[in-house]
């Protein structure tokens, strides 16, 4: 079955860390993947998108993604975190062409971020 | 940004009694929304995706007859809970898919169910 395998459960940084967050999916056909951020009592956000083309994708507030499709991958990174980062992360996969939409989520990294 | 809401933000209800959580779109037609559980410290498992004018279609070990969904236009799909129980309770979350290929999904604030 399709499945995505977030390595994190619970990640621990100080402010101006670099954060990598892990993620791999195990779909072997065409995927859109995704990672949407939820802070704290607040609606889950996209973070940003990886369709088709740049494998490295750029989204909001500083955080960028790479899709390596050898490896099954699409690591969240972000260079300097800061205390406002702390939240529950998501990565999640579409099947593409299709498929309906569904997103199948992986199990969440919660971040913390000392200040 | 596209915006979707839900309501009621926070339901009791007793056991054996029916809830119904509406999910809107506020800035633009859902032809398509999905409904997703989320327990504690857990990620989402979606439950159903929520046609306009069709029926909906379930995931596998979701009862139908247990969560009825209705998308009566393009902007509010509501899913109703049958006869809750207590291992109903849980996180609730709509999703409306916009876009070309309906390929990104903006969420609402989801609606704690707490069934006693």
């Known amino acids: 079955a399709q499945s995505v395998s977030q390595h994190n459960h619970h990640v621990i940084l100080s402010e101006a860390a670099s954060l990598e967050l892990g993620c791999n999916y195990s779909y072997g056909g065409t995927v859109n993947l995704f990672w949407y951020v939820q802070y704290p009592g607040q609606h889950l956000q996209l973070l940003l998108k990886?369709?088709?083309?740049?494998?490295l994708v750029k989204g909001i507030k500083g955080f960028e993604a790479e899709f390596i499709k050898s490896k099954f991958s699409f690591n969240l990174r972000k260079p300097s975190v800061q205390w406002s980062d702390t939240a529950e992360y998501f990565c999640?996969?579409?099947?593409?062409?299709?498929?309906?939409?569904?997103?199948?989520f992986g199990q969440g990294t919660e971040l913390s971020v000392k200040p | 940004g596209a915006v979707v809401s839900q309501h009621p933000s926070r339901v009791i209800c007793k056991s054996g009694t029916s809830v119904k959580i509406e999910c809107r779109s506020l800035?633009?037609?859902?032809?398509?929304m999905f409904w997703y559980r989320q327990f504690p410290k857990q990620s989402l498992m979606l439950m159903a995706t929520?046609?306009?004018?069709?029926?909906?279609?379930?995931e596998q070990g979701v009862e139908k007859d247990k969560f009825l969904i209705n998308h009566a236009s393009l902007t509010l799909s509501t899913l109703t809970v049958t006869s809750a129980h207590p291992e109903d309770s849980s996180f609730y979350i709509c999703?409306?898919?916009?876009?070309?290929?309906?390929?990104?999904?903006?969420f609402g604030p989801g609606t704690r169910l707490l069934v006693l």
């Open positions: 800035d633009f037609q859902a032809t398509t």
């Open positions: 990886y369709f088709s083309g740049d494998p």
């Open positions: 999640a996969v579409m099947r593409g062409y299709n498929q309906g939409g569904k997103l199948i």
């Open positions: 999703s409306a898919a916009r876009g070309v290929s309906q390929e990104t999904q903006y």
């Open positions: 929520s046609n306009e004018g069709s029926k909906a279609t379930y």
